[in-house]
């Protein structure tokens, strides 16, 4: 009876396992096949739209397609996300909405609530042919230029637009949060607009920085979003990164999942995508 019990275990992980790796690989594929044929899309759509009609619609159709793919891996039981938070911020004016960053889904889950978001991207996926139209139709800003591109940020704010913008500039690769860069405390100052930090937590480290893709995460990976403090635009930019940086560890650090690097964070409620 023993070695039968311990037999149906280990073929119920394996199915376990293998139903995972289904799940994550067809995701995967089925993103970038969704990113393909949008971008293909859009790099028609920009020559027949004005730049402001483009940009509604590339934001709205962006914001539209990730809550559907969220919603299609919440079905899955694979993945559970809790974003509710975000929807307080729709009519919320304009922000610099900030979050910190450790899984290449944290622009995914927070565009697929907000659908009126300039998001600030690297300049290698505004380029990229699988994504790099669209990015471009939705009035997307590359960070690469950012210095030159704060003041097209500026305008975006001023006329009523949110802008999403990871203060930590690539995905966390130090617990619980890297060293913040000047970017929003800067957008912040030229626009008088507040910086409204998102705290994203996660009980994986699935797709963080040097995520192997081939490794499949324990199942369910759960990821919460909830609403942190906002801060009002100041004069001193390096005080408002340490402000900002200090808030964020010490918010971050609390909890009991894991962050990118596999260390403790908050456990994220279980709940589905389209709980409202």
């Not at 975006?156 to 203060?167: N, V, Y």
């Not at 966390?172 to 409204?196: C, D, E, F």
């Not at 499949?216 to 403090?229: A, M, T, W």
């Not at 009991?256 to 709940?271: H, I, V």
């Amino acid at each position: 009876m023993l070695l039968q019990g311990s037999a149906a275990l280990v073929i119920r992980t394996g199915l376990q396992t293998a139903y995972a790796c289904l799940v994550v690989y067809s995701g995967l594929l089925v993103f970038g096949l969704m990113c393909l044929i949008w971008s293909g899309t859009a790099g028609l759509l920009s020559h027949l739209l004005s730049r402001g009609r483009g940009r509604v619609l590339g934001r709205w159709v962006t914001s539209y397609g990730f809550r559907c793919y969220l919603q299609v891996l919440a079905l899955t039981g694979v993945f559970r996300f809790d974003l509710r938070a975000l929807d307080s911020l729709r009519g919320a004016g304009p922000l610099i909405i900030a979050p910190n960053h450790p899984s290449l889904l944290d622009a995914v889950m927070v565009l697929s609530r907000l659908p009126n978001v300039a998001c600030v991207m690297k300049a290698e996926l505004i380029n990229n042919p699988i994504y790099g139209a669209a990015a471009r139709l939705a009035g997307y800003i590359r960070n690469d230029e950012f210095i030159g591109g704060v003041s097209e940020a500026v305008e975006d704010l001023r006329a009523g637009g949110q802008l999403l913008l990871f203060p930590e500039g690539t995905r966390t690769t130090r617990r619980p949060v890297n060293p913040l860069k000047g970017g929003a405390p800067l957008v912040s100052k030229r626009s008088g607009v507040p910086i409204q930090t998102v705290l994203i937590e996660t009980t994986s480290p699935f797709l963080s920085k040097g995520w192997a893709l081939h490794r499949i995460p324990p199942v369910p990976v759960s990821y919460r979003v909830r609403l942190g403090r906002r801060f009002m635009p100041r004069d001193s930019l390096k005080e408002t990164i340490a402000e900002l940086e200090a808030y964020l560890a010490s918010e971050l650090g609390r909890g009991k999942g894991m962050d990118a690097a596999g260390e403790p964070l908050a456990q994220p409620q279980n709940a589905r995508l389209d709980e409202r």
